[in-house]
């Protein structure tokens, strides 16, 4: 049981690193929009926004921040509960260690990057710990996003209802690798463990065998 809470933490600990490695790079290497080709259907792209995952935006910049927190606070009282229980699945944890740590690595975002860097106009990159001071406020920070897949586009037929003639890219969305950590969790999540997703009586069980 103790090597299955090591590996949730390794899986958390690593993701977070790396996502935030990578952000770092990019900010300070970067400027806001520039766009760099590695193939034809792979891309570098910076951008930043204040939403949810691949830029969406649902309410206020501060609720969004303080719901993460407690999000990814609820998740690690979770997992400490359920480890150590055997009949749960290793690969449940993985998948809970993954949205989490997706989670966690956004909000470095929100709370700190608005302390720690400037925010330039184009073509200037950011400097980390600037001398003027950052550009936000604590929980204010922007979540910077750089994976970008157009993996192939195309033109609708004039005879195609709504959409004829224009244009269309599939992948539009720009995101991160603490993104792309908490897709892949909730879609295995989904298909391999979903019994515990839709099924309160599945976690019940999971968390009164914990009290025992």
């Known amino acids: ?33 520039e766009d760099m080709p590695i193939l034809s259907w792979f891309h570098l792209l910076f951008i930043e926004n204040n939403g949810m995952a691949f830029g969406m935006t649902i309410g206020s910049k501060l609720a969004l921040t303080l719901f993460r927190i407690v999000a990814v606070s609820a998740l690690i009282w979770y997992i400490c509960r359920i480890y150590r229980i055997a009949k749960v699945p290793a690969g449940y944890l993985v998948c809970l260690a993954l949205i989490t740590a997706g989670a966690a690595g956004n909000i470095f975002d929100c ?21 003027g001071g950052g550009y936000a406020p604590v929980f204010m920070g922007k979540v910077v996003d750089m994976l970008y897949f157009p993996l192939f586009s195309f033109f609708w037929p004039k005879w195609v209802p709504f959409v004829g003639g224009e244009y269309f890219l599939f992948f539009q969305p720009v995101f991160n690798l603490a993104d792309a950590a908490i897709s892949c969790g909730i879609v295995a999540l989904l298909i391999f463990y979903h019994r515990y997703v839709l099924s309160p009586s599945a976690l019940r069980e999971l968390t009164s065998e914990s009290n025992n």
């Open 111 to 131: 709370v700190f990057y608005g302390l720690i860097f400037d925010n330039p106009y184009p073509p200037e990159v950011a400097t980390l710990f600037p001398a």
């Open 1 to 33: 049981m103790r090597s299955r809470g090591t590996l949730v933490a390794i899986i958390i600990v690593i993701t977070v690193i790396l996502d935030q490695i990578l952000k770092v790079w990019v900010k300070t290497s970067f400027y806001l929009g």
